[in-house]
Nanobody, 123 residues
Framework: QRQLVESGGGLVQAGGSLRLSCAASGRTFYGMSWFRQAPGKEREIAAAISWSGADTYYADSVKGRFTISRDNAKNSMYLQMNSLKPEDTAVYYC??????????????????WGQGTQVTVSS
């Protein structure tokens, strides 16, 4: 049983918006994040959030356009993406840590991953 399931990806024109969701199940997850991976590139952090939601982190490339949030009562995390650009095109992955409640930003920090959802922004 997959423990992290992303949804909300799709095709959108530049300047448009999408909202990604990550539904978690099976256990308690603490620090969570959204990573993305474009073709031919390494997986990179887009945004991260602490267990309480009080602390967040955004990559410079998405700062001011993306908003990360979570609802622990629903075991869910979200990424609101506005003013999308073609360079935002990537597979977006939900990642979660079972070990730390703090904001974490690198791939080794997370021990659970979703299957990814494709976001394509056309120019």
């Amino acid at each position: 049983q997959r423990q992290l399931v992303e949804s909300g990806g799709g095709l959108v024109q530049a300047g448009g918006s999408l909202r990604l969701s990550c539904a978690a199940s099976g256990r308690t997850f603490y620090g969570m994040s959204w990573f993305r991976q474009a073709p031919g590139k390494e997986r990179e952090i887009a945004a991260a959030i602490s267990w309480s939601g009080a602390d967040t982190y955004y990559a410079d490339s998405v700062k001011g356009r993306f908003t990360i949030s979570r609802d622990n009562a629903k075991n869910s995390m979200y990424l609101q993406m506005n003013s999308l650009k073609p360079e935002d095109t990537a597979v977006y992955y939900c990642a979660a840590s079972s070990r730390t409640t703090y904001v974490r930003k690198t791939v080794p920090d997370f021990d659970y991953w979703g299957q990814g959802t494709q976001v394509t922004v056309s120019s």
